[in-house]
């Protein structure tokens, strides 16, 4: 299994409310989807590394 970082998390109650429903709309726990919508979002922004982003692809 993969190595996983540890950190504190402080976030507003309403948006960690809006998260718990999101992910469990999405089958997932909170954790689960949090780190879902960040690698989605650095994925977007092409700083993931791996392969060009769909926007990377696109400006070539």
Not at 26 to 34: P, W
């Amino acid at each position: 299994m993969t190595a996983r970082k540890n950190f504190p998390l402080r976030i507003d109650p309403k948006l960690y409310e809006a998260l718990e429903r999101w992910a469990a709309d999405e089958l997932r726990s909170v954790n689960a989807h949090i780190e879902f919508l960040l690698r989605e979002a650095t994925r977007r922004a092409g700083r993931l590394p791996g392969k060009p982003s769909e926007k990377q692809r696109e400006d070539d």
